[in-house]
């Protein structure tokens, strides 16, 4: 990559981080200001943006259980969506194109039909960067959000195929048999890979060659093959190292993909004035999932960040341009609107996506009006009985925290985690951990109202630090007279936490060197000071 190219992201990257916003949103005004310079993309940063999508699938789908997109709400929520949105985008793409932006290509109804079907889907890269961004990957609406957008990119294989079946190649028909036989192989190699460079290799040849080149030699997107690899070893007990290994890769490589959508071409005033009436809808895109989510009887705080998290326009629109315009069914203009539609959506959603806890909170009043009496399972309202400590995130540091409190408090401890399978994999080991959220303000509005008074620890011992400050507001909100504890991973985030108000910041990494010289000293029975 161009060394212009790295100063320019890296001066945006960080202007926008200044202000707030999400990294990704400096790396897209970058490619549009590079391109206004006349820079043109290439053929590495093509490679680059294509490794960074791969990469990010993959991770995913070592995330990610096959049995989620078997939930009601995910898949039959995906299709009454895309039904209704692809009807109303058609509608509108007809009179914007017709009677308000006059554009220089006239549009059939085959055109209208898969313009619509494209800007109705939700994009894939933009909407797991804030998942993961906030940590929230593994909550309840963040698995919603990705089942989603995997029935989604079903659905895009689907219209490929229509649109490629001659280019399809017979093996297709083997693939699920093929998977099937070569997945116990792959576990096995796992278990005997180590922890070294080696498994990093590991990764790269499953995401790389074994998913997205077996899937392009078929004729099928090579980024759906990373993501099916992915799941079909998620289950293993390495696999969320590896896909803790590859995040570094995966935003490196994400960064050129970004740069690259801005470097897709500069377009007409007609064309830039349709791509911005169709972002100012959006609203009405996230207000379709809100509405469709909640009548399959999600919670209203689920429906919510699962709708904000699909708030954008997708990468799949550009490849369906430009697949139909490569086969003469669209004219090459809409490749440029659809690459402007894509940066805007990211932009103006990049800063909702950021602040949706804190917007949530503004708006609970209204939404939750809208709730339904039933839920569905896993989405459901749990109390804390008569715990007095809190320990919230039940990863490595979290259990540790609990299972050292309980041999001193029995009963009075309870852990809560907001993944599903870390709740499931606690209660098998009979402690007492329920399933929900530190960010949700509903929790702690029931903790004000019903127990004001029991709660006299809370422990967030989760590594989110964003979230963490808005727990600590929610905190502040119900009044908490207990005591605070947190952690953090660096020491300007100690000061942060100590001036948010919390009673005791713990720095993860510089104390854990002197629990452990402390363990050993315990170890070995003596001291060794005169």
Known sequence: MDPIWITIAFIFGFIVKLLGLPTLVGYLIAGFVLGYLGVESGELLTTISDLGIILLLFTIGLKFKASDLLRKEIWAGTLVYTLISTILYGILIFVFSSFIFYLSSDLSFISIVLLSFAVSFSSTVFSIKT????????????????????????????????LYINNLSVWVLLLPIGLFLIRPLLMKIFDKIGHGELLILYGFFLALVLGAETFQLLGLKPDLGALVIGMLIAEHKKAKELANILMNFKDIFLIGFFLSIGLSGLPSKSALLFASALTLILPIKSLLYFLIFTKFHLRTRTSFHSSFSLSSYSEFGLI????????????????????????LSFIVSSPFTSNAHSIYAKMKGILLKLQSEKRVLGDNIVGIGEAQILVFGMGRIGNAVYNQLTQQYGQKVIGIDFDEDAV????QLLKRVIQDDATDSEFWERIKNNKPDQVKLV???????????????RLKDIEFGGTIAALAEFDD??????????????NLYSEAGVGFADSVCDFLGYDLRE
């Open 131 to 162: 998942l993961e961004e906030k940590g929230e990957v593994q909550s309840i609406h963040g698995r919603i959000s990705i089942g989603v957008l995997i029935i989604q990119d079903i659905l895009a294989v689907v219209l490929m195929v229509i």
């Open 320 to 343: 369906v341009t430009a697949s139909a315009a490569s086969l003469g069914i669209l004219d090459s203009e809409w490749l440029i609107i659809m690459a402007i539609l894509l940066s």
């Open 424 to 427: 499931k994999k606690s209660n």
């Open 459 to 473: 422990m967030l011992c989760f590594y989110d630090f964003k979230n963490i400050l808005f727990t600590i507001e």
């Open 493 to 506: 985030q100690i000061n942060q936490l100590k001036q948010a108000g919390v009673d005791f910041p713990f």
